[in-house]
């Protein structure tokens, strides 16, 4: 049995890229251990995906993760998700790698790497990848044990480390909000997008 027990993701999500119709989401197990997270974030992309369907661009990401639910004792109802962008982590403000993808506003791929702070002070580190189509986006991803920034203040690098849900799975089922879709059809894309949804991490037990 599959146990998902909540995650960021990806936030990540973040990321793909943007269009129309829902594509097929996963499935979350509703044995024990099941759980997940409601996500509400924004995805800011440079340059924005367009018209092209082979189009490469970059992004960051930014959500909160509130309303998870699991039988584990103790864990986190809620937390911070971060790709892309600087977060502050044990005293500095440390730069994560941007994230990046290729694709159009109809359909497009995306990786990066999100951070989850969770409530309690834990944090899950999410290799992810995303697949769109129109405003539909499904995410998957790993928890992986670290990730290396840059300290913004000196340029030294630093490692964040996961300390919660390491190795688990992580997916997601996500909506895209473009508030002007003429933007597709401009030379600079879309610039910015809401990103909505569900996610869960969880492992098989």
């Excluded at 990321?15 to 129309?20: L, Q, T």
């Excluded at 730069?95 to 899950?124: E, F």
């Excluded at 986006?137 to 990730?147: D, K, N, R």
């Excluded at 879309?190 to 991490?201: F, L, P």
Aim: proline share 6%; with cysteine.
């Amino acid at each position: 049995m599959r146990k998902f027990v909540r995650l960021s993701l990806v936030a990540g999500a973040s990321a793909a890229v943007i269009g129309g119709a829902m594509v097929a989401s996963p499935t979350f197990a509703a044995g024990p251990g099941g759980g997940e997270c409601q996500l509400d974030g924004t995805a800011n992309f440079n340059p924005g995906p367009g018209a092209n369907p082979t189009g490469a661009f970059s992004y960051n990401f930014g959500g909160t993760l509130s309303g998870c639910n699991s039988s584990e004792a103790g864990a986190p109802a809620g937390g911070q998700i971060h790709a892309g962008q600087p977060i502050t982590y044990n005293g500095a403000t440390v730069a994560l790698p941007q994230a990046s993808g290729t694709g159009s506003c109809a359909t497009g791929t995306t990786k990066g790497t999100s951070v989850v702070q969770w409530a309690d002070g834990s944090t899950s580190v999410i290799d992810y990848t995303t697949t769109s189509a129109a405003a539909g986006v499904v995410l998957q991803g790993t928890v992986v044990p670290s990730v290396t920034g840059t300290d913004t203040a000196t340029g030294t690098p630093v490692t964040v480390t996961t300390t919660r849900y390491l190795a688990d799975g992580a997916a997601g089922v996500l909506a895209f909000e473009v508030s002007d879709p003429t933007q597709c059809n401009t030379p600079a894309g879309v610039v910015s997008a809401g990103i909505q949804g569900v996610t869960g991490i969880g492992h098989q037990s």
